[in-house]
């Protein structure tokens, strides 16, 4: 009788403790909470960048080429659906022959049929100083006509791990004919 209630309590306990065990196994967690000091996290800076971006389009060698378009783009007023891949310049001041502090990589499209209303999606790759080898990505609507454009710095890395905040942009030179334009950006960027 002993030996029946023992193997009852063993079958209670065990058993349950076993499948519990299998189904933790097959179905292992994929989050768990940090502390930001674990990821030598301290405390929180912001940060305020200033500099040119040379977006040109022209020439033998172009830092923004078209590379698609929608069937009604040609005579879209706006150039609507006309997408862009940039690998432009960031340079301390705005002459052409200032300073290259870095690169703006990625998209931008017209994304509007009423005005020229840009969608831009870019990461800010940065080449000197404390933040070589650091990014902030940059995602929002440009109204390019507009005096003063705000788009929302979204993340980063390297030194801006964490990166959020906001960009302004200015138009400095523009030559219509030929879209080449060279822009003045204001980045505030809360970091750690």
């Known amino acids: 009788m002993a030996m029946a209630k023992s193997k009852t309590l063993f079958s209670i306990f065990f058993i349950p403790l076993l499948f519990s065990t299998l189904i933790t196994a097959r179905d292992p967690r994929f989050d768990r909470s940090l502390s930001p ?3 030598g996290l301290r405390k929180e800076k912001l940060s305020h960048l200033h500099f040119y971006f040379h977006d040109i389009l022209s020439g033998q060698n172009p830092t923004a080429v078209r590379v698609a378009q929608a069937a009604m783009t040609a005579t879209s007023p706006t150039v609507f659906g006309a997408v862009m891949m940039a690998d432009d310049p960031l340079t ?9 502090i870095g690169k703006a990589q990625g998209i931008y499209a017209s994304a509007s049929q009423n005005d020229l209303g840009l969608l831009m999606v870019l990461n800010f790759a940065f080449m000197e100083g404390k933040y070589n080898g650091s990014t902030v990505s940059l995602l929002g609507r440009n109204a390019v006509f507009s005096g003063v454009r705000e788009m929302s710095i979204v993340g980063g890395s390297g030194v801006f791990r964490f990166a959020r905040g906001y960009a302004q942009a200015k138009t400095v030179w523009l030559n219509t004919t030929s879209g080449d334009a060279i822009v003045e950006y204001n980045v505030y960027v809360l970091h750690y």
């Open 37 to 39: 000091k674990s990821l």
């Open 92 to 100: 301390v001041g705005p002459e052409p022959n200032s300073k290259v």
